[in-house]
């Protein structure tokens, strides 16, 4: 099986822009989590969608959003960029719910710079 | 509130020596514990998880992990490393009811020839 795929890998913007990122679960998967991996902060959870529905959010401004389709792909988008903006955003897949009850899988991530 | 921890940011060792990452966490129930590997620029990969059961666990590229609960640690080991083991390790807590997992601030693994 292919693994995640995330488009594109890498991005640069200019601050006040928006960017939408895509994620493509492993065939079957059902759950996708995004991610935010800064030197900083480390890794932080975004939001996880199962079946289309937003289950779960973590602590990001509403600049950021996400959805997800009935063939289980994913986006987020990020409005009104900033530097602090700037980071590997990775999308993980699982075949059920996610979290404790199943494996997530990663994806290589999208290298977001924001200028 | 969930939280892990990893004490060691940066560990180094010689090739063929053994290794030990150390992985405490806080999780009010029975945790889902995860570690995970990432290389420069890629993402993570999925080292070995333990759920339930047998304590100690097995993973890929020759890893260990031993769950003690009394010790809310989750431990990380291989009897010899080598050179190709250099990268970032992430020990994660999954929470049971949500598509969350939370992420220790990670351990550099560096290999001297």
């Known amino acids: 099986k292919a693994g995640v795929t995330q488009t594109p890998r890498y991005l640069i913007k200019t601050r006040g822009q928006q960017v939408t990122l895509s994620c493509s679960p492993i065939s079957g998967h059902r759950s996708v989590s995004w991610y935010q991996q800064t030197p900083g902060q480390g890794l932080q959870f975004l939001f996880e969608?199962?079946?289309?529905?937003?289950?779960n959010k973590g602590n990001f401004p509403g600049r950021f959003s996400g959805r997800q389709f009935s063939n289980s792909r994913s986006e987020m988008n990020v409005s009104t960029l900033e530097l602090g903006d700037s980071a590997l955003y990775l999308c993980?897949?699982?075949f059920g719910i996610g979290g404790g009850q199943e494996t997530q899988y990663f994806g290589p991530g999208t290298r977001l710079l924001v200028l | 509130a969930q939280s892990v921890t990893q004490p060691d940011i940066h560990i180094t060792v010689s090739e063929g020596a053994s290794l030990e990452l150390r992985c405490n966490y806080s999780y009010g129930a029975t945790p889902y514990l995860f570690w995970y590997v990432q290389s420069p620029g890629q993402g993570l990969q999925l080292l070995l998880k333990?759920?339930?059961?047998?304590?100690l666990v097995q993973g890929i590229k020759g890893f260990e992990a031993e769950f003690k609960r009394s010790q809310s640690s989750f431990n990380l080991r291989k009897p010899s490393v080598h050179w190709s083991d250099a990268a970032e390790y992430f020990c994660a807590v999954g929470a049971s009811n949500t598509g969350k997992l939370i992420f220790g601030q990670g351990t550099t693994l560096q290999v001297k020839p």
């Open positions: 993980a897949s699982s």
């Open positions: 969608y199962f079946s289309e529905t937003q289950r």
């Open positions: 333990y759920f339930s059961g047998d304590t």
